[in-house]
């Protein structure tokens, strides 16, 4: 069994794994039956391990929604990777917001944050846990190692794959360190040895380059990429994967180091393009529970209703939108958590109602947010269903847990990078015109224009991608999310919108860890 999927997830990682200094206030003892040298052994373990990476994306611990995590000091079921980094992609910006009062999500609401926010500090230590797994699984999937170990030459070139895959899932944290911490983080790779010294603090400069040449170095290694469903390798990272993360690294390459990239985003943008992946005729049908048959989805984060459940990922964003009036069963679910809905900053950027991403629930909801709390104060959104094509609910037939995968790359993304690139760059805008219209026909809008704006294709993006994590990275790279140039309801702690100082653009290192490790330099600000 090769692929990483919502169908095979083996949730076990047999490695006794030692962790940095940056790591002293969590739970360093590994809950694990078997040591690394005992694992390693055996070639057909090594896919095991390389799904716990992946899961590392997903769940939160070994043993499903709660009970066995990963990291302690920090709520299970909050505490997932993709939760907690869609949260502080879209709570803090016009796109969502909470009103729910646990610990720490109320500042997101408001952009009122401090150091010692519970979300910010389980985003950085989930970062930093994913990459000191990957590292030790790098480390034990050297060349020199395997042939040590006397593997025959296909376990060694299969195992050489997944080793490529891991570095691919440690440049993708390291992206995101780099996006929301700003790149002042500490940084390790599997040079380094483990418990041995204290990590330095690296830059936004430094970190770019990293993740910019380990890409380069992996991407042609990377299993190539397949048009429509790939049973057998589903949820896996191939080379399609890797040159959407370098296309974003890009895209953003201006707001992460001052140096604008344009024409290499429209490059690697146009590698993926030249795949063959087709846009889904029905936008809907990539946010369903057999969303895994979409035409358009380059990497998913995987979830199941059955094999891996957990209270953030998709069951978060499926179940956390629905209250009010709305009927759970709709959504293939249970019941709704009636906490997140849309600013009118979002529902007021579609300028056609017809428009087939027009996905509100208005019914008893107010446009306006007076109470944050109230859950009928803003439209619900209603993106995120559990139900397939056909209408029928999925696995778990208790409707608590989903099997919506989460698209954390599609096409539509990489055609709008493009556009984006082009008008910025002095790029060919006819074809980024081409790609926008292909969109927009989708959705049943007028055509654009080779003449479109990049503010123009930064309205699109919210239209095709709310609330797939991607605005705070949006906002920032425009330059529009921290001052007063561009206000949505409740930025700044004011109904209306205020303008917040501009430190706020990155969030800050974890209190604990600059306590621990003297290296490290709390990030401007705060």
Known sequence: MNRITKYSFPFVILVSLLFSS?????????????????VYEDPENYINVLAKLYAGLSMTGNDGPAGDADIEGIDEGFSSYLRVFWNLQEVPT??????WSDPGLPELNTMEWVATNSWTNAMYYRIFFQITLCNEYIRETALEKLEDRGFEQADIDRITTYRNEARFLRALSYFHALDLFGGNVPFVTEEDAVGAFLPEQTNPGELFSYIETELLDIEGSLMPPVVGFDAENYGRANQAAAWTLLAKLYL????????EYWGDAIDWCQKVINVGYQLEDNYEHNFLADNHLSTEIIFPVTFDGLNSKTFGGTTFLTHAPV????????????????????TSGLVNSFTDTLDTRYLFYTDGQSLEIENINSFTDGYAVAKWRNVDRDGNAGSDAVGDFVDIDFPLFRL???????????????????????LLNELRDRAGLDDVNSSYTSMEVLDERARELY?????RTDLNRFGIYTGGDYLWPWKGGVMEGTSVQDYLRIFPLAESDL??????????GY
Request: net charge negative; hydrophobic share 30%.
């Open 252 to 259: 953003n390459g201006e707001s992460f180091t001052g140096t």
């Open 467 to 471: 609330w797939e994590g991607h605005r």
């Open 22 to 38: 940056c790591f002293k206030d969590l739970d360093q003892t590994p809950p694990f039956g078997l040591n690394a040298a005992k």
């Open 515 to 524: 306590t621990a490790n003297p290296n490290l330099d709390q990030n401007d």
């Open 94 to 99: 016009d796109e969502a917001i909470v009103g």
């Open 323 to 342: 209250g009010g009036t709305m009927n759970a069963d709709d959504f293939g679910i249970n019941t709704g958590w009636g906490g997140y809905r849309a």
């Open 412 to 434: 539509a993304d990489v055609y709008l990078m493009y556009a984006e690139a082009a008008a910025r760059g002095n790029g060919d805008t006819g074809k980024g015109a081409e």
